[in-house]
């Protein structure tokens, strides 16, 4: 299936590893220029590097903070005209909510609800004008299976969710959709780091909770990034101008409800 979208732009935060590092893949693969914005300098061109020498477009590479004006003005700098916005944020490590302080919490709503509404704010206008664009929330199934050790993720990632799907009912006539991808587990090194954390107040070893998270999924396995990326890809293009607004779970049939 042609995608439609060779020769778009594409600006992507938090896409240096891990699941974001996939839906640059994926997107550059159909053709779409990618600029792509983590903090991390040395794994951000690692990854430019890579996805230049496995495509042929326009790679370009900004190391900012999306939480910080700055950072949010170079990634526009640097592609001022996207077609195509992803917003990716780690979550915090899990916790207990009675150690969490007002700090916080100002850092996760920052971190995962704030910055990518302010980055809808600046782009969508934009994409409107032009008759196109696709913006992608990578949040977390937790927004339907809260889970107490992520509290600061549940709340800060419910916020995002509600307000995409209020702003997606207004811009969808002109072409431009919002959706929210929801991951269970994926093989990832944001589950490696959440499970270390999980190791640290359990008497179980890293590879036993490993494998318990693993075989706990009705699929018996971790998702793969690539397999998320090529989801990304599917919901940026031309023919998913009809999905909009949706909260969509890729967890291996993970979630128990049948809605």
């Known amino acids: ?13 938090g896409a240096s590893r891990g699941l974001g590092r996939a839906c640059a893949f994926a ?5 779409v220029n990618v600029t792509i914005v983590a903090r991390g300098r040395d794994a951000l061109e690692k990854t430019g590097a890579e996805i230049a020498a496995a495509s042929a477009v326009s790679v370009k590479t900004v ?7 700055e950072g949010r003005a170079a990634a526009l700098a ?8 992803l917003n990716n ?4 490590l899990p916790g207990d909510y009675r150690d969490w302080s007002r700090d916080d919490w100002i ?5 995962m609800m704030l910055a990518p509404i302010e980055m809808m704010r ?3 206008e934009g994409m409107m004008d032009r008759g196109f664009g696709r913006i992608i929330n990578i949040v977390s199934r937790s927004v339907k299976i809260p889970q ?10 419910s916020g995002l969710v509600g307000f995409a799907g209020g702003l997606a009912r207004q811009t969808v006539a002109r072409n431009v959709t919002i959706n929210n991808i929801l991951p269970g587990i994926f093989d990832s090194g944001a589950q490696h780091r959440h499970v270390r954390a999980l190791v640290e107040t359990s008497s179980r070893s890293f590879d036993e909770l490993w494998r318990e998270r693993a075989a706990g999924n009705p699929a018996g396995r971790f998702g793969r990034p690539a397999e998320l990326g090529a989801y990304c890809a599917f919901l940026c293009s031309q023919q998913a101008g009809y999905v909009t607004g949706q909260n969509l779970l890729i967890d291996g049939g993970s979630y128990p409800g049948t809605y």
């Not at 995608?3 to 600006?11: P, Q, S």
């Not at 640097?78 to 916005?85: E, K, V, W, Y």
């Not at 944020?89 to 915090?92: N, T």
């Not at 850092?107 to 971190?111: C, F, P, Q, S, T």
């Open 107 to 111: 850092a996760a709503l920052d971190a």
């Open 1 to 13: 299936m042609d995608l439609g979208i060779r020769g778009r732009e594409a600006l992507l935060f």
């Open 122 to 124: 600046l782009t969508v």
């Open 148 to 157: 107490a050790e992520l509290g600061l993720s549940n709340g800060a990632r």
């Open 78 to 85: 640097a592609c001022p005209r996207p077609d195509i916005l």
């Open 27 to 31: 997107l550059a693969q159909e053709g």
């Open 63 to 69: 190391a900012g903070d999306i939480t910080t004006k």
């Open 89 to 92: 944020a780690d979550g915090p």
